[in-house]
């Protein structure tokens, strides 16, 4: 099983900046792609950054030039420091992990999600 531990959500002022980590744990053999997404009330969860294994890094274009998403590969984390924070930027950030790992003996490859941390833009 891979853990996902996310931290760094809060309450913000719109202009203000916020740093989300989440850090893989378990029996990983590779990361195919690891980043973040969002899920505002009454809107579908949409994909905010990622990174691949190839080190190729996708961003929402409404989060282009505010935000950067970096990787410690030692530490299976990613961390995504967002500035210029924005209210529309409210919403329930989740880490996303895909890759292989040792599930139970076996290496399987699936994808997990955190549990969810809020981030609360105020006007």
């Known amino acids: 099983q891979v853990q996902l531990v996310e931290s760094g959500g809060g309450l913000v002022q719109a202009g203000g900046s916020l740093r989300l980590s989440c850090a893989a744990s378990g029996v990983i053999f590779s990361i195919d792609a690891m980043g973040w997404y969002r899920q505002a009330p009454g809107k579908q969860r949409e994909l905010v950054a990622a990174v691949t294994s190839a080190g190729s890094t996708n961003y929402a274009d409404s989060v282009k030039g505010r935000f950067t998403l970096s990787r410690d590969n030692a530490k299976n984390t990613v961390y995504l420091q967002m500035n210029s924070l924005k209210p529309e930027d409210t919403a329930v950030y989740y880490c996303?992990?895909?890759?292989?790992?040792?599930?139970?003996?076996?290496?399987?490859?699936?994808?997990?999600w955190g549990q969810g941390t809020q981030v609360t833009v105020s006007s």
């Open positions: 996303n992990f895909y890759g292989t790992a040792r599930i139970m003996g076996v290496m399987t490859s699936k994808g997990y």
